[in-house]
């Protein structure tokens, strides 16, 4: 990636970019599939406690849910980089969308079982699968030149949105009803399907059938070959991996803090604040100078944050520290993402995106499982302190390893 690229046109505003009718409709259409998905999280996951009362049970969603991604991680990509990529969200969004209508009708008629909530699970996996990697290539046909940063920006928030209030939503939409949340999904799924139908992003390139560009397996070859992205994915990989604190929030709000479930939710909530608040400042200040030095710096920030959480007993520093490491994690986040798609061609994005998609949905599952054993093996606060260290270490460790991406200047 060249270290001082010019942008082909001025920047647009955050205000323009909203105005600009291709990615209005693309944020619209993703922020539905992201409240389906967080009340999703919600209405699936009481309902199974609810039939089998097991702990083992709850945890097996996320593994059912995840196991697509690992499976069809190639393939997916591949689907993204061969076909029109709003018709491939469009198909994902009505498969999602016939989920819920199923889910709705067998919760409604009282013929739920944990196995068909299981293969539910299962078909809304392998539609996420494909949606993300294909989303996130479709960004870059949409975003006016020179203000991908700036729509990176604005589309994460609108994301922390929806992971600030989906929950909300899906609980309350239980609470009246178990079937009106999964009614709810379909609705938003649907409205997101047509609202895709509207965008209309630039021309894509298709590598030539039969050629090495063409190859499934290319995004990886991409990827080795290219160290700025392989160290930004890598690095992603680990710092996720040993700074995955919201593991040990329940252990916190209990028994360090004495917060309670109340004190539990704002814990929870506070990373996400922290983001949006951050994607605010950045959808109105892009970073143009230094970019890959800022990213390593935020990385340390998420790490140093990590650490005065762990060492915290005022509930205050607490929910201070959870907001500057979400804040720190989208300056990283919105850097990490803008260099991927950057650095890629445009007939690759689709098989790099879904390494890359692969790689945070297992840092965030592996993340879970190390802060669990960690805090198993040593107690929650030790465990949590080392997660941050090893993220500061992490961060100094790939400088050093990766200096090209150390002195990339600028993203576009």
Same mark, same amino acid.
């Given at each position: 990636?060249? /270290?001082?690229?010019?942008?082909?046109?001025? +920047? @647009?505003? *955050?205000? #323009?970019?909203?105005?600009?009718?291709?990615?209005?409709?693309?944020?619209?259409?993703?922020?539905?599939?992201?409240?389906?998905?967080?009340?999703?999280?919600?209405? %699936?996951?009481?309902? %199974?406690?609810?039939?089998?009362?097991?702990?083992?049970?709850?945890?097996?969603?996320?593994?059912?849910?995840?196991?697509?991604?690992?499976?069809?991680?190639?393939?997916?990509?591949? *689907? =993204?980089?061969?076909? /029109?990529?709003?018709?491939?969200?469009?198909?994902?969004?009505?498969? /999602?969308?016939?989920?819920?209508?199923?889910?709705?009708?067998?919760?409604?008629?009282?013929?739920?079982? #944990? @196995?068909? %909530?299981?293969?539910?699970?299962?078909?809304?996996? %392998?539609?996420?699968?494909? #949606?993300?990697?294909?989303?996130? =290539? $479709?960004? +870059? !046909?949409?975003?006016?030149?020179?203000?991908?940063?700036?729509?990176? =920006?604005?589309?994460s928030g609108a994301a922390q949105v929806a992971t600030i209030t989906g929950p909300a939503l899906g609980g309350l939409a239980y609470a009246i009803a178990p079937h009106l949340a999964y009614a709810v999904m379909l609705l938003f799924w649907i409205l997101g399907m047509i609202l895709t139908g509207f965008i209309q992003p630039r021309p894509q390139a298709v590598a030539k059938e039969g050629t090495d560009e063409?190859?499934?397996?290319? &995004?990886?070859?991409?990827?080795?070959?290219? +160290?700025?992205?392989?160290?930004?994915?890598?690095?992603?990989?680990? *710092?996720?991996?040993? &700074?995955?604190?919201?593991? !040990?929030?329940?252990?916190?709000?209990?028994?360090? $803090?004495?917060?309670?479930?109340?004190?539990?939710?704002?814990?929870?909530?506070? +990373?996400?604040?922290?983001?949006?608040?951050?994607?605010?400042?950045?959808?109105r200040h892009a970073i143009t100078r230094h970019v890959g030095l800022r990213m390593f710096q935020a990385v340390i920030v998420f790490g140093l944050a990590t650490i005065v959480f762990a060492l915290s007993s005022w509930m205050w520093l607490s929910v201070l520290s959870l907001a500057i490491l979400g804040a720190a994690d989208t300056i990283s986040v919105v850097i990490r993402f803008s260099l991927v798609q950057l650095s890629t061609p445009d007939e690759m994005r689709g098989r790099v995106g879904a390494v890359n998609f692969l790689f945070i949905n297992a840092s965030n599952q592996l993340g879970q499982f190390e802060s669990g054993l960690t805090a198993a093996l040593f107690g929650a606060m030790p465990a949590a302190v080392l997660g941050g260290v090893c993220t500061v270490a992490v961060a100094l460790l790939w400088m050093k390893l990766f200096p090209s991406l150390r002195q990339v200047e600028s993203l576009e």
């Open positions: 990636m060249p /270290e001082q690229p010019v942008a082909a046109n001025r +920047p @647009v505003t *955050a205000g #323009e970019l909203l105005r600009h009718p291709a990615f209005l409709f693309f944020l619209l259409s993703r922020s539905l599939s992201r409240f389906s998905s967080q009340i999703a999280a919600v209405a %699936i996951g009481w309902q %199974i406690y609810d039939l089998t009362g097991s702990a083992f049970d709850l945890g097996m969603v996320g593994l059912v849910q995840f196991a697509p991604t690992a499976l069809l991680v190639f393939v997916a990509g591949h *689907a =993204a980089d061969r076909f /029109e990529r709003k018709r491939v969200v469009q198909l994902c969004q009505l498969v /999602e969308a016939a989920t819920a209508l199923y889910l709705a009708l067998i919760t409604y008629l009282g013929a739920v079982s #944990e @196995v068909q %909530i299981f293969v539910a699970t299962f078909m809304l996996g %392998i539609a996420g699968a494909f #949606e993300s990697p294909t989303t996130a =290539a $479709l960004l +870059p !046909l949409i975003a006016p030149q020179g203000s991908l940063q700036r729509a990176t =920006a604005v589309s063409d190859n499934i397996f290319a &995004g990886v070859r991409f990827i080795r070959q290219s +160290p700025a992205i392989l160290g930004t994915i890598s690095l992603d990989l680990f *710092a996720v991996l040993f &700074g995955g604190v919201t593991a !040990l929030l329940p252990i916190y709000a209990r028994d360090i $803090l004495q917060a309670g479930p109340v004190g539990l939710g704002v814990l929870r909530a506070a +990373p996400a604040v922290g983001a949006l608040l951050m994607t605010t400042v950045l959808a």
